[in-house]
Each structure stands twice: as C-alpha cells, then as structure tokens.
C-alpha cells in the first residue's frame, strides 16, 4: 500500500471531516477576541490561518492516537473490530508516525500564533492525547474528553490576544459539558461490552437510562453557561437566536435515543452536533460584525 493510500485510510479511521464538531466553537471564541484587539486584516488573516490548522492537527493527533492507544480494545468490540487497525488496514507503526507529524505542525502553529500559545502547547497536548486512557479507571472521561475539546474557544482567544481572559472559559465550560453529553450518548452503544471489559464509562456504571438523563443535563447546563456568556459580552438579540437554535437542536438530538431505542445514535452524533456547533457560529458571528448594535 502506497503512503498515500496508508494515509487515507487513516485520514477515514480519524473521520478527519469531522473536525467541524468543535472548529465553530473555536472561531467563536476568536472572533470573541477579535472584538477590540485592534489588528490589521492581514494579521487577522495569518492568526485564523494558524488558528485552524492548530485546531486541525491537535485533533488529528488525538484521535490517531485514541485509536492506536485503543486498538486491542477495538479488536474486542464487536462494534470496532473493523475499524483501521485492528482490521490489519494501516500498522500502529505508521499511525505512530501520523500522529507525530501532526503533533509538530500543532507545535508549529502554536509558536506562529505567540509566545503564551506555544509554551502551552505542550500542556494542551498531554490533554488532548491522554484523554485515551481515562475510560480505563474513570467514568469521568467524557468530561476529560469534554476538555480536550472545550480548551478549543480559550485557546483560540489566547491565541488572538496573548493573554487569558475569564469569561471566555464560560465558552470552554459550555464546550465541554456539549462534549460530554453526546459522548455519553454515543458510549450507550458499548454499555455492555464496557461493564464485561472493565471500562469505565457512565452507561457501563449507571446504566443506559441514567446516563442518558446525565447526558441531558449536561446539555441544559450547556444552554444555561451560554446565556451567561451572551449577558457577559453584551451581545444582541441574533447571538440569543443562536443559542435558541442551538438548544432546539439538542433537544432533537435528546429525542433519538432513549434507554429502549439506540438505533439513531449515529444520527445524533454526527449530524446534529456538527449543526449544532456551526449554526451558533454564524449567529454569534452575525451579532459581533454584520449587526453589532442589535
């Protein structure tokens, strides 16, 4: 198999087009920061630029290496035993590799973007790839993934400014409690399989109704930091719209699942939350620049 071949399968194992799940948040918080900070075109050009890629290459790295960190558990699950690797489609050798290159273009960007962000990079790192091994001694990984994500909208602003700034992390919060919630959703699906392997997730320990209602809380607690942020950054009437449309879709999402049907999870996973992050996008970026007095 060609390196271009071994790296389309990989590129399909990570679901790299997926990458669209938490990039809006991160947008969202840079034009947060954009707001005030006084740049120029052409460097709001180049700091998006490395904004993205960043973004891009940290969540290539991570999951290449959830599924190379994964591999013998996925071989196990009748659910995964296809994916890449196990199914003997690409080695961990070459994964290992994969994850290194873009590892370093994360580095990389991180040093292009400021000083702040490539001294954290390293941190930002270690979360993002050691997220693999929390379902192996907590049920609290779908909060750790949550983080891994949610560091997306403060890094973005850090990455614009330079500096921290507290409200932002509301953003974060909110960020995270959306991951959690659809990845206790989509951990519904191994429920069984994670309590047989000793694997920590809250479907295998609380069963599959009770996850689903933590899964609903998260979601509505989600809504409630937005609100607070929307208070904070005195924003107008499109950015609420945007979290009025960002809740209708996750009461949707809620909707297709329940303890008894667990037949749309992939609908609810894939579709809803990419609309999910990307629609708050627009409407946050439409009250920020196209109707600032709203």
Request: charged content about 15%; proline content about 3%.
């Amino acid at each position: 198999m060609s390196l271009v071949q071994k790296t389309r399968v990989v590129l399909e194992m990570i679901k790299f087009e997926h990458s669209i799940f938490a990039l809006p948040f991160a947008l969202t918080g840079a034009m947060l920061a954009i707001r005030g900070a006084g740049l120029t075109t052409a460097e709001l050009a180049w700091k998006l630029l490395w904004i993205v890629t960043a973004m891009v290459a940290a969540r290539s790295a991570a999951m290449a290496f959830n599924r190379v960190v994964d591999a013998d558990i996925d071989a196990e699950n009748p659910r995964t035993k296809m994916r890449a690797i196990p199914a003997g489609q690409v080695s961990k050798g070459f994964t290992w590799g994969f994850i290194a290159f873009w590892s370093a273009v994360f580095v990389f960007a991180s040093w292009r973007l400021n000083p702040l962000c490539l001294a954290l990079s390293p941190v930002a790192l270690a979360v993002v790839l050691g997220y693999s091994y929390t379902k192996r001694f907590t049920a609290a990984a779908h909060l750790v993934l949550g983080v891994a994500l949610g560091i997306a909208p403060l890094a973005a602003w850090i990455a614009i400014r330079g500096e921290f700034s507290w409200p932002v992390t509301l953003l974060s919060a909110a960020v995270m409690l959306w991951v959690a919630g659809f990845d206790v959703i989509y951990s519904c699906q191994d429920a069984e399989f994670d309590r047989d392997r000793g694997l920590h997730s809250l479907p295998a320990v609380l069963g599959v109704g009770r996850a689903l209602a933590l899964s609903r809380l998260f979601h509505l607690a989600m809504i409630g930091l937005l609100v607070w942020l929307w208070t904070l950054a005195d924003l107008g009437w499109v950015a609420l719209a945007g979290i009025v449309v960002a809740a209708a879709l996750l009461a949707w999402e809620q909707s297709l699942v329940s303890a008894d049907d667990l037949s749309r999870v992939d609908a609810a996973f894939f579709t809803l939350n990419g609309y999910v992050s990307l629609l708050f996008c627009v409407f946050w970026g439409l009250d920020l620049f196209v109707f600032p007095a709203a």
